[in-house]
C-alpha cells in the first residue's frame, strides 16, 4: 500500500531521564529500547486495468511508457530518468552505494537496478508504468526498516524520502509520506501539536501508520493510524487519489490503510493527520535485580495495562550471550505532573514488593524532549537524531537485528513467567556474535487502543493487555556461526511462549519466519482486506511474500 520504511529495532542504549525529581536516585537506567514499527515492502509486477478507477482524476505517465516489451535496455532506465522530477540513481552512479542501502545492514548484498527518489505523486505513476510495462520488480521504500529486507528489490526501488513536508494547520497536519518519524514530531512541535506515534526516529511516517502504530502515548489518544483523516495514494494502474473514511471517497481503502500494512493497496504520497495539543510528559525509568524479576513481571502486568490512560510502560528483560547476569526494567511516559506520576510508580512498587535500587522520575517537559529521549537521542539533540547521509550532522548509525512479535491477551500465568525467564536466561549459554544482545520488549495496551473495535480499522488487535517483540543484535560484519546460534535461541525463546500468547502477530514487526502469518496478522479482518486488495489491485502487482492475498470473489464496485 505504500512507501515502506519498515521499521523495528530494539537496541541496547543507555537512557538518561533529566530533570529528576528527589524521590529518584538520579541514575542512568541501561534499558533494551524498543524503537520499533514498519510497513511492508511491495513488489512484483503486472498488466493492471481497474475499472472505474481508471476514470477518476489522475496524473497520468508519460505514452511512451505505455507499450508493452521484454524488458527494460540502458536507454529505457535512462528515459524513466528523464521522465521523472525526482532523480533516478543506477548502478555505477556516485550515490548507489548509499541510495541501496537499507536500515538494516543484512541486506547490503542487494543490487537494485534503480533508486527513483520521486518528487510527487505523478512520479511515482510514471514508476508504476515502467514497472507494468516491463515486469520490472520493485518495492516502495519510505525509512527501509524492514525486518525481512522487503523494503529494497533487485529491480526498481521507489523511495518517497523526498517527500517530507510537515504542514500545520489548526488541529489538523498534511504530511509526506517519507518524513522520518522525529522530523514528524519536530514539525508539530513548532506549532505545539502532537500525534501518537513510535520512538525509532529513523522510520518514515508510512511504514509506521499503514501498519498501525503503537507508541508512547498510544494509551492517551490511539494508534497512529486512529488519528488519520486522509491519504493521497497512488494505486496499481497509477491513479491519484485521496481517500478519507467517507464511502464516496474511497472510504474502503482509507480503512485498509489504518492497519493493513504497507505494499499491498499502493504507494502513499501523503497523509493527513489529527492532531493533538502537545502535552508536558513526565518519564520515568527503573530497574530492579535479575532475582526480583519474576516479581516484577507480575507486579507489572497487572499494573500497567489497568493505569490511567495518560500512562504507557514498557518493561524489558534482556542478556548477552555468554554475558553474566540479565536485568529487568520498567520505563514509560505520563502525560501529566510528577506527583501524579509517582502516586501511580507506587503502586507498581507495591504490586512488585519492593523499591528499585535504581529508578528515575523527570518533572514534565516539552513533548518533542521527551520523545527526543525516548527515541535515545536525549544527550545527542534533534540534529544529531538522523543518519548521517539523511541528514547533515546526522550521528545515528544502522543495525543489525532479529525479530519476532506477540500480543498477550491475558496475564502470564506462574508458568508463562517461569518460562519467560528461562528464554531470556538461555541466551547466556549461547555461542553468540560480536556485540551480541538479546531480550524481550514489552508494551502496555488498553485504554484509547482498545476502545475501538476490531473492525473499526484494518488494525484488529483492540483486545491485547500488552504486546511484546522478541529480538536479538549484533555488530554489523559479525561471523555468520554466532547471528545463526542467535537466531535459533530467539526462535526457541518465541516457540516457548507460544501457549500463553494470543497467537496473533504485529503486522509492523514483520516476521518472514512466520506460518500462518495472514490470520495472525490481520485475523478477521483478513476477508475483508483482500476483497479490497482484488477491487483496487486485481492483478497484485503490488505483491512480496507476505502480501495480503486477492479474494477470489468478483471485484466491487468502485465509487469516489
Not at 548509525?397 to 498477550?408: G, H, I, L, M, T
Request: charged share 10%; aromatic share 10%; with cysteine.
Amino acid at each position: 500500500m505504500t512507501t515502506s520504511g519498515n521499521h523495528v529495532k530494539a537496541v541496547s542504549v543507555l537512557r538518561r531521564v533529566t530533570n529528576s525529581t528527589t524521590r529518584g536516585s538520579g541514575s542512568t537506567n541501561s534499558s533494551l529500547q524498543r524503537r520499533a514499527f514498519l510497513g511492508l515492502a511491495a513488489g512484483g509486477a503486472a498488466a493492471v486495468a481497474l475499472p472505474g478507477v481508471a476514470n477518476a482524476a489522475v496524473n497520468r505517465a508519460p505514452a511512451a511508457l505505455l507499450a508493452s516489451a521484454a524488458g527494460p535496455t540502458p536507454a529505457d532506465w535512462t528515459a524513466l530518468g528523464k521522465d521523472l522530477a525526482g532523480t533516478l540513481v543506477r548502478p555505477g552512479e556516485s550515490s548507489y552505494a548509499t541510495a541501496k542501502l537499507l536500515f538494516d545492514p543484512r541486506f547490503d548484498g542487494q543490487h537494485p537496478a534503480g533508486i527513483a527518489y520521486v518528487a510527487n505523486a505523478h512520479d511515482v505513476s510514471t514508476c508504476l508504468a515502467f514497472v507494468r510495462k516491463f515486469g520490472v520488480p520493485f518495492a516502495a521504500r519510505s525509512g527501509g526498516h524492514s525486518y525481512a529486507g522487503w523494503s529494497g528489490t533487485t529491480g526498481l526501488i521507489v523511495d518517497v524520502s523526498n517527500l517530507k513536508t510537515v504542514g500545520v494547520s489548526g488541529t489538523t497536519a498534511v504530511v509526506g509520506a517519507g518524513t522520518r518519524l522525529i522530523d514528524f514530531y519536530h514539525g508539530l512541535a513548532a506549532k505545539n501539536r502532537a500525534v501518537p506515534g513510535g520512538s525509532c526516529p529513523t522510520v518514515g511516517i508510512a511504514g509506521l501508520t499503514l501498519g498501525g502504530g503503537i507508541g508512547v502515548t498510544a494509551r492517551a489518544y490511539g494508534l497512529t493510524c486512529d488519528s488519520l483523516e486522509s491519504l493521497q495514494i497512488v494505486t496499481a494502474n497509477g491513479a491519484v487519489l485521496t481517500a478519507t473514511a467517507d464511502p464516496k471517497h474511497y472510504g474502503d481503502l482509507f480503512w485498509a490503510c489504518q492497519g493493513g500494512g504497507g505494499g499491498n493497496f499502493g504507494v502513499v504520497t501523503s497523509f493527513t493527520f489529527r492532531t493533538q495539543p502537545a502535552p508536558s510528559v513526565c518519564l520515568f525509568s527503573m530497574s530492579w535485580p535479575w532475582s526480583q524479576a519474576a516479581r516484577v513481571i507480575a507486579g507489572w502486568q497487572s499494573w500497567a495495562p489497568y493505569a490511567p490512560d495518560q500512562l504507557w510502560s514498557n518493561m524489558h528483560l534482556a542478556a548477552t550471550p555468554g554475558g553474566t547476569t540479565p536485568f529487568v526494567s520498567v520505563g514509560g511516559t505520563y502525560l501529566g505532573s510528577a506527583a501524579e506520576a509517582a502516586t501511580l510508580i507506587d503502586q507498581l512498587w507495591a504490586k512488585v514488593g519492593a523499591r528499585p535500587p535504581s529508578w528515575n522520575l523527570s518533572n514534565p517537559q516539552p513533548f518533542l524532549n521527551a520523545m527526543l529521549v525516548e527515541a535515545g537521542c536525549g544527550s545527542i539533540g534533534y540534529t544529531a537524531c538522523h543518519l548521517p547521509w539523511y541528514s547533515t550532522g546526522g550521528k545515528l548509525s544502522r543495525a543489525s537485528e532479529y525479530a519476532k512479535s506477540d500480543f498477550f491477551t491475558r496475564p502470564l500465568s506462574s508458568a508463562g513467567i517461569s518460562t519467560l525467564l528461562a528464554g531470556v536466561t538461555a541466551l547466556q549459554r549461547v555461542k553468540g556474535a560480536a556485540g551480541g544482545v538479546g531480550g524481550i520488549a514489552f508494551d502496555s495496551l488498553g485504554g484509547a487502543v482498545n476502545r475501538v473495535a476490531p473492525g473499526a480499522t484494518a488494525f484488529v488487535h483492540r483486545n491485547a493487555l500488552f504486546g511484546a517483540q522478541y529480538t536479538t543484535g549484533w555488530n554489523p560484519g559479525a561471523g555468520s556461526t554466532g547471528v545463526n546460534n542467535q537466531h535459533t535461541w530467539l526462535r526457541n525463546f518465541w516457540s516457548s511462549m507460544r501457549p500463553y500468547a494470543s497467537g496473533q502477530a504485529y503486522q509492523n514487526y514483520i516476521d518472514p519466519d512466520l506460518t500462518n502469518w495472514a490470520q495472525a496478522y490481520y485475523g478477521g479482518n483478513l476477508n475483508k482486506l483482500s476483497a479490497i486488495k482484488k477491487k483496487y489491485d486485481p492483478t497484485d502487482l503490488f505483491t512480496f511474500p507476505q502480501a495480503i492475498p486477492l479474494a477470489s470473489t468478483p471485484k466491487l464496485p468502485v465509487t469516489g
